[in-house]
């Protein structure tokens, strides 16, 4: 494998194979793990690059390269299975400093490796597998068991441009501003959108309305920020931090979930565990007169007899809002990372339904 490091790299995002990152850099740079690629029309014959960077060259076109580190310069590097004892690297490098050797020799007419000509794949590419034989087909179950449940918005944001639009059938549009569409998505064949960790980068619904008493929020999201943030909530504005600012599901600071609502006190559920992991996690929050119900991954992880809504109408909203005051509130109210499969229904959903509908994702 041919890793890359580059000077910016994204902050709180990685792509697979990454595990960690350590980008600090907001809005649409690439992420920890991403994949490059020289488009296969590029000739590479026409270029007179030197032999380590035609090498180079040829792997990044056929296999692609990957973003592994955030570094002060462009820098390849390369792993040999051959021991280095019998390597003759003074040779391949023609006995100057490998970087250099990217660069090329000027007095032989050489050019640098055409860093511009490098194509980002989506996040999370992978390459189905050669012996596969057939076609990866999409999963259609996850979004049939979610139309079943009967929710009154789901932004299953796949969309190609600004909106997200509305399966639920019931046309309750939202739109996308400030965020990095054709993510992979949590669901298989279906894409996602990333948000950047700021007032800039949400979802919000373009048209007011009011919630029910009983009702779930449920939203899928990966994220390895540890600054936390509002992953859904409804607010009485569109986008800022809004006067009234309600069923809100947020990140800690060390990556616990909590899920609030507010009626004249803030009651609260919130996970055991972290969730900051960099893996696609779905959550479900219900709430009825029975109480409050926290679900991770299709199962129970929090819950209390308390209930109770702010009334009012306004906007669902993704990606970050108000937290002022709010318990465990984390460093930042505006969340870095990938969300998929919004739903808002207007019941608070079994635990049956809620499991049997992540068991449809898989």
Do not use: C
């Not at 590097?77 to 400093?97: M, Q």
């Not at 400030?178 to 949400?202: E, F, K, L, M, W």
């Not at 465990?328 to 499991?355: I, R």
Request: hydrophobic share 40%; glycine share 12%; no cysteine.
């Amino acid at each position: 494998m041919i890793n890359l490091a580059i000077p910016l790299t994204r902050r709180y995002t990685i792509s697979w194979p990454a595990n960690r990152t350590d980008g600090n850099s907001p809005g649409t740079q690439l992420a920890i793990g991403q994949m490059l690629r020289l488009p296969a029309s590029l000739n590479l014959a026409a270029l007179k690059l030197s032999p380590a960077a035609l090498t180079v060259a040829r792997a990044a076109q056929e296999y692609g390269v990957v973003i592994s580190d955030t570094s002060g310069s462009v820098a390849f590097a390369a792993e040999n299975p051959i021991a280095l004892a019998h390597n003759k690297y003074s040779t391949i490098f023609r006995g100057r400093w490998p970087f250099l050797e990217m660069t090329g020799q000027k007095g032989k007419g050489e050019v640098p490796f055409p860093l511009d000509k490098l194509v980002a794949l989506p996040m999370d590419y992978q390459v189905p597998p050669a012996s596969a034989g057939a076609k990866v087909m999409p999963n259609t179950a996850y979004a049939a068991a979610v139309k079943k449940a009967k929710p009154a918005v789901h932004w299953r944001l796949a969309g190609t441009g600004s909106v997200a639009a509305d399966a639920s059938g019931r046309g309750v549009a939202g739109k996308m501003t400030g965020v990095t569409r054709y993510a992979a998505g949590a669901i298989r064949g279906n894409n996602a959108v990333q948000t950047d960790g700021d007032p800039t980068s949400g979802i919000y619904q373009t048209a007011r309305s009011t919630p029910s008493k009983a009702f779930t929020v449920q939203v899928w999201f990966k994220t390895t920020t540890k600054a936390g943030g509002k992953i859904v909530g409804f607010e009485n504005t569109q986008v800022g931090k809004g006067s009234r600012a309600d069923r809100s599901l947020y990140l800690a600071g060390d990556g616990k979930l909590v899920f609030g609502t507010y009626s004249g006190v803030i009651r609260k559920v919130i996970s055991p565990k972290s969730y900051n992991n960099g893996r696609w996690h779905q959550a479900t929050a219900t709430q009825s007169s029975t109480g409050t119900r926290l679900y991770v991954d299709g199962a129970l992880v929090a819950s209390s007899r308390l209930t109770g809504a702010q009334p009012g109408d306004g906007y669902w909203r993704l990606g970050g809002g108000n937290l002022d005051g709010w318990p465990l509130q984390p460093a930042s109210a505006y969340v870095a990372g990938s969300l998929d499969e919004f739903a808002y229904y207007e019941t608070a959903l079994s635990a049956g339904t809620v499991s049997a509908q992540f068991k449809a994702a898989a």
